[in-house]
């Protein structure tokens, strides 16, 4: 009863105080009205790159080209819910929301340009191409004529797409920001009628669960791009659209301000649920990008309040909900934090920009860690090798991977086929999906300081060519992390400026800076955010970091733990035979239609050998790095053996029961032994596709390690 209070009090306050008065301009409807400064919006700490300035190097290039090889770079070419959809012409989609198309060109747009693919542009712009070219008179975008299947959700992320194609291609950039504002007055007038298009009235037909308020501030990134770059005198229906949107999403009681409030936010929570708040709040990828909710109404109202609420909905997720692989344990809800759970890859996906675009806002060190966590080990985990095949969720112990023979009543809305490698395994919408999580990760990577210099922040390697000012950059850095510790960076620079290095929170005070004045080996000094400062000479510089660290054990409950080396989380090496076989229906109709799958596309049962245990515990007072030759990467670097750095700990069998077909939860002491004591290998999670990385710790007698 109290909590239903707070949450009542809460939304009657925010119903009062959602309206953002723009100072200095008149409120008039349809008044010319000036730009105003790029003040006017809050500023991020950690200013992004527009999209092609960054460009992927090394091992990660090499991740970017097999999706692109992969299933996100052919979905255009055969599968259904891109090929077929509505949007270009067809008539194929997976739900009312029509959002599968959008999704995909969301992701699809950042891959072809950091690639500078001529195949994938061409297949952006000819999604782009027709949608725009068939942009109805009324402004509307999409393919929906009749007003009753008009919903604004999918916009949201075709608007998304369209912003960052602007970025990369200027040639088309009048033509995207001509076709934004023709559609952003029709948006105001629906949003005006009562949130037409948002909420939907009996006998509408294109948002029956409620998703669009959920996500209504998804609207905002694109619209507050076009209100500081291109706002052609019309700020005021810009932000007054972005101003509905917050209040239709309060008004159909889907407000984030109420949510990420402490007593509020669900510690555990099981069905059925008595909550005083819809239970769609508690939907993972919902929660993935609710986390960007009050930032997104931050820069409009400067209001420092929401800004504290983001770091307190950030440690919220952290204490309750946050898997060890850096996503949201959701299957398709959070309950608990049990290692049984499942956790969805559109989650993955959207937690890896959340975080990094709430760490450019924040400053916080630990942020960028987060968004390095789930991109190194939560999307890389559920990914299959060659990238034509997915799961829709995984499991912190998931010893195999097929079709679980009961019902898998440990999940709250996944069938027995969600954690198998395949085309569209539970629902499509992860297909459709997963794609913008690395093209993203990288575009994110380097960032403008607000002191006029630049940094780098999600330390993948690659190169960004900019100016700042008058005084052209040039940056490249070649690593193999997360693989190794060393970063070689080599500047070129017409003029002096500042360049900033982001020290992970993991790594020890012993990492070390050489150069570039010729120093030799000079300890690292981080700043509060983490960030180690280097005065940059004009003409050429190199310089190389060199991070320092030992295995970190974290603890859960009943006495189990899990393993990090660096931002690696790790697991247990499984050895598996793999098989595949033709793609099931997510709809459970059968066999997906041979027109819409290639001789690529396969569902993956993966289920171990005899020669290795799985069910095992482990003492972690007993662990060892085992590094092999890190010059020289494996591709496909997130494969079974492919990562040079292992760990070995002490380990034993033990009994482990099956429920549900699959591991149980690991249960508390005493844990009976069935085998000798043994050194057991670890690997990092991401390349293993069968894993057990939350695992029950014991004491043990002294093993050997050096094998």
């Known amino acids: 009863m109290a909590v239903s209070v707070i949450v009542k009090a809460i939304t009657a306050s925010l119903l009062l105080t959602t309206g953002f008065s723009l100072p200095h301009e008149s409120s008039s409807w349809g008044r010319p009205v000036q730009r105003r400064d790029d003040s006017d919006l809050v500023q991020p700490v950690f200013q992004s790159l527009p999209l092609g300035s960054i460009k992927p190097r090394g091992w990660f290039k090499q991740q970017l080209q097999l999706e692109a090889d992969g299933l996100a770079g052919h979905l255009f070419d055969f599968y259904r819910f891109v090929h077929d959809s509505m949007w270009i012409g067809g008539s194929t989609e997976y739900s009312a929301l029509h959002e ?28 782009m191409d027709y ?12 393919p929906e004529t009749d007003p009753n299947t008009r919903g604004l959700w999918a916009r949201c992320y075709f608007l998304l797409g369209l912003m960052q194609y602007a970025q990369a291609d200027p040639s088309q950039t009048d033509r995207i920001v001509d076709a934004m504002h023709r559609y952003i007055p029709l948006a105001h007038s629906m949003l005006k009628d009562d949130y037409e298009g948002l909420i939907p009235k009996e006998g509408q037909d294109y948002d029956g669960s409620g998703f669009g308020p959920m996500r209504a501030h998804e609207m905002h990134i694109p619209l507050q791009w076009l209100y500081e770059e291109y706002p052609r005198n019309n700020s005021q229906i810009i932000w007054e659209t972005m101003e509905l949107m917050i209040n239709g999403s309060a008004a159909a009681e889907s407000d984030w301000r109420t949510f990420w409030v402490k007593g509020v936010y669900p510690e555990v929570t099981y069905t059925p649920r008595n909550e005083p708040y819809k239970d769609l709040f508690n939907h993972g990828v919902n929660m993935a990008e609710g986390l960007r909710y009050p930032l997104a109404i931050y820069r409009m109202n400067h209001d420092e309040a929401l800004k504290t609420q983001t770091r307190t909905a950030v440690d919220l997720l952290e204490q309750y909900h946050k898997s060890l692989a850096g996503t949201i344990i959701g299957d398709e809800f959070v309950t608990d934090l049990n290692p049984i759970r499942g956790a969805e890859l559109c989650t993955a996906a959207e937690m890896t920009f959340s975080m990094a675009y709430i760490h450019q806002y924040l400053g916080d060190n630990d942020l960028a860690d987060w968004a390095e966590q789930v991109a190194f080990n939560a999307v890389p985990g559920s990914i299959f090798p060659d990238w034509w095949s997915h799961q829709y969720v995984q499991q912190e112990n998931q010893p195999w991977s097929r079709n679980l023979s009961v019902h898998p009543d ?15 395994p539970n629902y499509p919408c992860c297909t459709v999906n997963h794609g913008q999580a690395y093209p993203k990760f990288l575009a994110n990577s380097f960032t403008l300081t607000k002191d006029g210099g630049i940094a780098h922040t999600l330390l993948i390697p690659g190169s960004v060519s900019t100016s700042l000012g008058n005084n052209k950059v040039s940056i490249t850095a070649d690593t193999n992390y997360p693989f190794g510790m060393t970063i070689k960076y080599s500047i070129q620079a017409d003029d002096d400026f500042t360049f900033y290095v982001r020290i992970p929170g993991w790594a020890d ?10 120093d030799s080996g000079a300890p690292v000094a981080p700043s509060d955010q983490g960030l180690h400062k280097v005065e940059i000479s004009k003409g050429t510089s ?44 997510f709809d459970g109709s059968g066999l997906v239609a041979s027109s819409s799958t290639t001789s690529h596309t396969h569902d993956h049962i993966i289920v171990p050998t005899n020669k290795t245990a799985w069910n095992i515990a482990i003492d972690p007072d007993q662990i060892e790095v085992k590094g092999a030759d890190i010059a020289t990467l494996s591709s496909p670097i997130w494969d079974l053996g492919a990562p040079p750095v292992e760990l070995r700990v002490a380990a034993a069998e033990i009994e482990w029961p099956i429920v ?6 690991p249960s508390p002491e005493p844990r009976k032994v069935t085998n000798s004591l043994f050194s057991a290998r670890l690997v990092p999670f991401g390349s293993a596709k069968i894993h057990m990385a939350h695992l029950p710790t014991m004491k043990l007698g002294k093993v050997d390690l050096s094998s």
């Open 542 to 585: 190199s310089f190389t970091v060199n991070f320092k660290t030992e295995p970190r054990v974290v603890t859960r409950a009943n006495s189990t733990a899990a393993i990090y080396y660096g931002p690696l989380l790790y697991s247990v090496y499984i050895d598996s035979e793999v098989s595949q076989m033709s793609p099931l229906s």
């Open 660 to 665: 549900f077909d699959t591991a149980a939860n």
């Open 100 to 127: 599968s198309s959008p999704y995909w060109f969301n992701g699809l747009v950042p891959l072809a340009f950091s690639l500078d693919d001529s195949r994938l542009k061409s297949q952006v712009y000819s999604f």
């Open 131 to 142: 949608v725009l070219d068939h942009q109805q008179d009324d402004g509307w975008l999409g």
């Open 509 to 518: 005070k012993s990492s070390t800076v050489t150069g570039p004045a010729g």
């Open 410 to 424: 440990m999940w709250v809305n996944v069938n027995s086929y969600g954690n198998v490698f395949g085309l569209e």
